[in-house]
């Protein structure tokens, strides 16, 4: 912070007096500070011991060479937003992050390390918004340029910004984005880029990906808020122009529909999305040849949960959700049958959501799929997940919450071994307990306490005679906003 105003005031020095008042106009500063503290074990292997291979006492399992599977570590991730007017009508914003792993490979700091130094730190905080919002342009659209946060955490289909998974990965958005409110409807166009190539590159060129969004939502009726939305993720192709698959662009279209409903105590979302369009990304591995195929997939989410006010008692919620992603039915054919989002951020449970495939630690890295862990949470991308539980709060502790929930993760479809022997959907189920304290609007913390147990497909996947033990966790979060 020191740092930010001490380099803010340094270039006031350096302009014009006349426009020094300016520089600092209406300037706000903003933030959130996100503490963690994990412990868990068996999160890679679900073995509690090394097996034979690494001097333990039980069976050999083949590519299981993680030793000790344990974790403990505590860390820290700031992010501090600084906003001002550069003109009566253009706004800008800087958000800095520290603490937060990412594409450039930046780790927090972990509790009992040594101290960062300056050059570390400064390593370490990325500037993840950097964008100008102009007030009404054309007369009609709030439009901010440059890169930013994006959606709402949990979103299904497109969330850019900061996560609570193990590691705290953040991520934003470079885009136009153009919001325009009326009275009963509100509409938000989106173009921007995820990833992109080297300026002026004409030799090898690196894939890159344009992103343009329509969200339309409707809120003419108070208890029912729908939102139709319509996303194009476009990957360049690399190959050579021409009619070459090679030289097309591959085009995923998501077409979806959600609703958001709230009558007395229940409160619902319900959710469908359809993938569309050309899938020319992996036409080389097809065993079809190469010939373009079709983005097929579909998904669709509910939650429900109903507030029972109980007076002078308190208040108990039970809840319950569901959610389908497709998979590939045909694991030879042309065409792209899994689900597919543009980032997603539906990260059901405790273990399951925590350490999910961008986390700093996937779960089941170890043997699933290196360190990404192809049974990690990915969305609903070929996946069917159900959940219920309750949380409850009482009249004379309305600070305090209790909750208790149980997950259960599949694939929605899995293909055969090598040798044709089939290998079970079941991922596993999770139990959580979790305990939540609101010291105040703007400061939480948070206690989860939580069990997975693999199921047959990670069986099948270590062998008849491997060792199999639950995750466990234990975690706290705490949540300061400034």
Request: one cysteine or more; a neutral charge.
């Amino acid at each position: 912070m020191k740092k930010l105003l001490g380099t803010t005031l340094a270039l006031a020095m350096f302009v014009p007096a006349g426009a020094n008042a300016e520089l600092l106009k209406n300037l706000k500063v903003s933030g959130q500070l996100d503490v963690t503290a994990v412990s868990a074990q068996n999160t890679r292997d679900f073995v509690t011991r090394p097996d034979g291979a690494n001097g333990g006492s039980g069976p050999s399992v083949a590519g299981i060479t993680t030793g000790n599977d344990r974790i403990g570590h505590a860390f820290t991730r700031t992010l501090l937003s600084v906003d001002w007017d550069l003109l009566d009508d253009v706004h800008a914003r800087v958000t800095l992050v520290k603490g937060a792993t990412g594409a450039s490979n930046v780790a927090p700091r972990t509790y009992g390390s040594n101290p960062e130094t300056v050059q570390e730190w400064q390593t370490n905080t990325l500037v993840q918004e950097a964008s100008v919002k102009i007030d009404k342009l054309a007369g009609l659209f709030d439009t901010t340029i440059g890169r930013q946060f994006y959606g709402e955490a949990g979103d299904l289909i497109a969330y850019f910004g900061p996560r609570d998974n193990y590691g705290y990965r953040t991520e934003a958005l470079d885009a136009f984005r153009f919001d325009w409110n009326g009275e009963h409807l509100s509409l938000t166009g989106l173009a921007g880029r995820t990833s992109d190539g080297t300026l002026g590159q004409t030799g090898a060129q690196a894939t890159s990906t344009d992103l343009r969004g329509l969200i339309v939502s409707c809120k003419m009726h108070e208890m029912v808020k729908p939102t139709l939305y319509l996303y194009n993720a476009q990957g360049h192709a690399v190959g050579g122009a021409g009619v070459t698959v090679a030289g097309k662009n591959t085009n995923l279209y998501i077409a979806g529909l959600k609703a958001k409903i709230t009558a007395g105590g229940l409160s619902a979302h319900v959710e469908g999305a359809k993938n569309f369009g050309d899938d020319r990304s992996s036409f080389a591995n097809n065993a079809l040849g190469p010939k373009s195929g079709r983005f097929t997939g579909w998904a669709v989410l509910t939650k429900i949960a109903y507030k029972i006010d109980l007076s002078n008692v308190g208040m108990i919620t039970p809840w319950g959700e569901f959610g389908m992603g497709t998979g590939d039915a045909n694991f030879a054919h042309a065409g792209n049958g899994d689900f597919q989002a543009i980032n997603s951020d539906y990260r059901p449970g405790g273990i399951y959501g925590r350490f999910d495939q961008g986390s700093a630690s996937a779960l089941g890295g170890a043997i699933t799929n290196g360190t990404n862990g192809s049974a990690a949470s990915n969305g609903l991308t070929n996946r069917v997940i159900w959940g219920l539980g309750t949380k409850a709060s009482a009249a004379s502790l309305e600070k305090l919450t209790l909750g208790l929930g149980f997950y259960r993760y599949a694939f929605h479809r899995v293909a055969p071994k090598t040798d044709g022997t089939k290998v079970s959907r079941n991922i596993g189920s999770e139990i959580d307990v979790t305990v939540d304290w609101k010291h105040s609007e703007n400061v939480s913390l948070g206690v989860t306490l939580g069990q997975f147990l693999p199921g047959a497909h990670i069986k099948d996947l270590k062998g008849d005679n491997a060792a199999m033990n639950p995750a466990r966790l234990a975690a706290l979060d705490v949540k300061i906003k400034f």
